[in-house]
């Protein structure tokens, strides 16, 4: 069992930044398929992928809406994934999600054994 704690949300002005964290503790150890994924719900909302990596490769994977304002990161000696979000918009607004597992398809939920509690991003216009 993985236990995942997220940190790093806040308030913010629309153009700013903000950093995420998903320190994972217990059985981290995996295989090529092993992948940490950022989520996000917005209130009313479905909860939709956001963006994700592979931990042996680094392979990346991000959603369309955030493809160049997110730079999502792994320190594999931490067990620590990173969300760096740059020019954040209004719409970013939501309840960010950091999940882990064995999954051959990143960006689907469902796939995703362990999930943490969560962090509020709200950025303001």
């Known amino acids: 069992q993985v236990q995942l704690v997220e940190s790093g949300g806040g308030l913010v002005q629309a153009g700013g930044s903000l950093r995420l964290s998903c320190a994972a503790s217990?059985?981290?150890?995996?295989?090529?398929?092993?992948?940490t994924a950022w989520f996000r719900q917005a209130p009313g909302k479905k909860r939709e992928f956001v963006a994700a990596i592979r931990w042996r490769r680094g392979i990346t994977l991000y959603a369309d809406s955030v493809q160049g304002r997110f730079t999502i990161s792994r320190d594999n000696a931490k067990n620590t994934v990173y969300l760096q979000m740059s020019d954040l918009k209004p719409d970013d607004t939501a309840r960010y999600y950091c999940?882990?597992?064995?999954?051959?398809?990143?960006?689907?939920?469902?796939?995703?054994?362990?999930w943490g509690q969560g962090t509020q991003v709200t950025v303001s216009s």
């Open positions: 217990g059985r981290t150890t995996g295989t090529y398929a092993t992948a």
């Open positions: 999940a882990f597992g064995d999954v051959p398809v990143m960006r689907q939920e469902n796939l995703f054994a362990s």
